[in-house]
């Protein structure tokens, strides 16, 4: 059955993929080959601004579709995250049907509702939280389901021997090349943790040992804002650093003043 879905999808799409089949498969070499050199003050100065002015969006969502060329070249910088032992152990779900979308936004609701009701006690903190657009489901042009593999190249991955969590670590550290790709791209893109996992592998066909790590709203969008939705509406701010930087020991944090 996923694999009819994905042939559909594939099939939708097959001149695309037909055009961009040969690059993609020469991508990693020739891609390793053309930034191998040194990295130039301007280059350094666009990672940085890529970096600072990565935004999570959930909404100036445009009506505008991501080329596929742009989606392979996005996940392909996901592909190329550090992985525990080199496990590689991502899958990347592409969903753009939108019965499919209702179905996870219906998801979204319901636990969306959960998490409103753990506010009960606290009206004013429930309020502000209603009040939070926390995902672009229907709105973006590409939702997409970034999952954890356990089983790839397994038992023995070098690296996971002691820590199993790295696996799930390594997946994370594509979802934020993906993100970081994505804002290069002039793509926002949201992540959406107020689903059921359960619901999300039942809609998604995802087998039993396979765990939902991200699911991902991207799309073009009108503006990103500067600073993160939760600090403009003063849910939370941004830690100091000398909050976050301890020295030695655990606690032992830096003094502002010697
Ligand atoms: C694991 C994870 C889950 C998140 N889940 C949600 C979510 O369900 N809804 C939402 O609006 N934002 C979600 N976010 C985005 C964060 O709220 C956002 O990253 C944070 O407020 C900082 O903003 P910035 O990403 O724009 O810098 C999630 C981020 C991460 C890393």
Not at 153 to 163: D, L, Y
């Amino acid at each position: 059955m996923v694999k009819l879905k994905i042939n559909l999808f594939i099939n939708f799409e097959s001149t695309y993929i037909a055009s961009i089949k040969n690059k993609l498969l020469l991508s990693s070499n020739s891609l390793q080959t053309k930034y191998r050199k040194q990295i130039s003050k301007y280059e350094r100065e666009g990672f940085y601004k890529i970096l600072f002015s990565r935004r999570d969006v959930r909404s100036h969502f445009i009506k505008k579709d991501i080329p596929l060329t742009t989606i392979l070249r996005i996940i392909n910088a996901a592909h190329h995250a550090p992985s525990v032992g080199y496990s590689q152990p991502w899958n990347f779900i592409l969903i753009k049907e939108e019965q499919t979308r209702m179905k996870i936004k219906n998801s979204f609701l319901r636990e969306h509702q959960k998490a409103i009701r753990l506010l009960e006690n606290n009206k004013a903190k429930q309020n502000k939280y209603k009040s939070l657009k926390l995902e672009g489901i229907l709105e973006s042009n590409l939702n997409l389901c970034v999952t954890y593999d356990y089983t790839r190249f397994a038992p023995f991955i070098i690296g996971k021997t002691s820590i199993p969590e790295t696996g799930i670590y390594s997946v994370c550290c594509a979802i934020q090349n993906l993100w970081l790709a994505a804002r290069a791209e002039e793509i926002g893109m949201g992540w959406v943790s107020i689903i059921s996992n359960r619901e999300l592998k039942k809609i998604l066909e995802i087998p039993k040992y396979i765990k939902p790590i991200a699911y991902l709203c991207l799309g073009y969008v009108s503006e990103f804002s500067q600073t993160p939705d939760l600090e403009k509406s003063k849910w939370l701010k941004r830690l100091a650093l000398n909050e976050i930087i301890y020295l030695e020991k655990w606690g032992n944090q830096v003094r502002k003043n010697g």
